[in-house]
């Protein structure tokens, strides 16, 4: 038997009243349907679930825009796979979205719908009182209607209903937000979302954004608020944090965690005998593999991850303690895993983004990131004030001329700061510059460098 869907969620002032601990305020003919369709479903268990996650949006447009995209998963989950929302692995969220790729007839309204109408007119001390709206439907058809049907569905000129592909990225973003929820919640085992998050399908194709591979000071400022949130939800992402900030700080690649993060140790930061910092990646004598490092990191996000571990705010010489590390202590990150956690903290900045009521373009902007752009980022706000050969010897690139036309041509630069574009559009050093470079790079202690290097390798 064919199930239709209903609205499930009322208007943001009237779902404010719900209690979150029953479900006696709801309308009755909701508590109605959810009961009628619990068997097997789990429908209530699922739909107390939503109600968790949307009760974290107070602003009216984000509590609509996640009311709208987490319905259809709910809805498709009782009325199509009937079986609850904690139990949907990769395969039934790949049927979903293919389902809202191209939903049934049935599923589609001609035009946009209330989702209640008022029962009685309300006279003056009288309570209004709300009924489903029969005509109600998840989607709306966004393509020529030529005639009704016999039964008083819409034939369209070409079969079903096309959902844009940015719609459906959204709605993917939604998910992601929700299943990262239920796991923060301890709802949930395993985030089906994680092995949909690796294929990228359902992620807003990146041709758009060919000559973006920054992130932008807004950007910046919501992936910050993001790790707020995610350390405010569970203490164990200082760890995330700390993560984030390295990659940041310190340039690293994705790869860089597969090649080093099981050799660095909190010991291997030091000074040279200008008082600068510096960390080698690894144990090779390779100049380009020990890069500075700056004093926000060492100052800030360093001793904040210690305290966090329990350790004295700086690191003594001989602190064995791992870089990078599991929870569980374990030294070493993979560059798959890295690379996932990032996501996380994309999707959590792309949902505070969409409760402040940014456009879905910059939303979009904001998913199709990664850890390259955290990089690119950073050297390119460090180019304004560092030396092509300085950057490229921290980047770590063969060329320095690959490093010059990047970072020195104004082209990124210009997009981080556009009202002064002008000012980065010719090389901000010079020759007498690049030849003072070369000279300090040869004076800036590399001998203490290799012979700490040294050092450790013989167990001094």
Not at 138 to 162: I, Y
Not at 220 to 239: C, F, I, K, P
Request: proline residues 4%.
């Amino acid at each position: 038997m064919t199930v239709l869907p209903i609205p499930l969620f009322e208007a943001h002032e009237r779902f404010k009243k719900l209690n979150l601990q029953a479900l006696d305020v709801e309308l009755s003919d909701i508590r109605a349907f959810l009961a009628t369709h619990n068997d097997g479903t789990g429908a209530i268990q699922s739909y107390l679930a939503v109600r968790l996650f949307l009760s974290r949006y107070v602003k009216l447009a984000s509590y609509q825009a996640q009311r709208n995209n987490i319905e259809k998963l709910l809805s498709w989950s009782i009325c199509i796979a009937r079986k609850p929302l904690t139990a949907l692995c990769p395969d039934d969220l790949e049927e979903f979205f293919e389902f809202c790729s191209s939903p049934p007839q049935a599923w589609i309204s001609l035009r946009p719908e209330k989702r209640f109408m008022k029962a009685n007119d309300r006279k003056r001390h009288s309570q209004t009182t709300y009924v489903i709206n029969s005509h109600w439907r998840p989607f709306v058809s966004n393509l020529a209607v030529q005639n009704l049907s016999t039964d008083g569905l819409p034939e369209c000129e070409s079969k079903g209903h096309q959902y844009a592909a940015v719609s459906v990225s959204l709605l993917a973003m939604t998910c992601r937000s929700f299943f990262l929820f239920l796991a923060t919640e301890d709802l949930i085992r395993e985030n089906p979302m994680r092995e949909i998050n690796r294929s990228e399908r359902y992620v807003r194709p990146r041709d758009d954004y060919k000559r973006q591979t920054v992130f932008s000071a807004s950007e910046w400022g919501y992936l910050n608020r993001a790790l707020d949130r995610l350390v405010t939800q569970d203490r164990s992402h200082e760890r995330t944090r700390f993560i984030v900030m390295s990659i940041y700080h310190l340039h690293l690649r994705a790869s860089d965690f597969a090649s080093c993060s099981r050799t660095l140790k909190m010991s291997d930061f030091f000074s040279d005998v200008d008082g600068a910092a510096w960390l080698p990646l690894g144990a090779s004598r390779d100049e380009r593999q020990i890069i500075s490092v700056d004093d926000e990191y060492l100052s800030i996000h360093l001793p904040r991850y210690r305290r966090y571990l329990g350790e004295d705010s700086q690191p003594l010489s001989r602190d064995p303690t791992p870089l990078f590390a599991s929870h569980r202590g374990r030294a070493g990150l993979a560059a798959r895993y890295v690379n996932v956690l990032f996501q996380e903290v994309l999707d959590v900045a792309a949902s505070i983004m969409v409760e402040d009521g940014r456009p879905e373009d910059q939303v979009s902007r904001l998913v199709a990131g990664s850890i390259k752009w955290l990089r690119h980022t950073s050297a390119t706000l460090k180019a304004a004030s560092m030396t092509a050969l300085h950057l490229n010897r921290d980047l770590r690139i063969a060329d320095v001329g690959a490093t010059e036309e990047r970072y020195y041509k104004g082209r990124i630069i210009s997009y981080l700061h556009p009202a002064s574009a002008s000012d980065h559009t010719a090389s901000p050093y010079t020759k007498q510059q690049d030849r003072q470079a070369i000279e300090s790079t040869k004076q800036i202690g590399m001998r203490v460098v290799y012979d700490k290097l040294v050092n450790r390798n013989q167990g001094i």
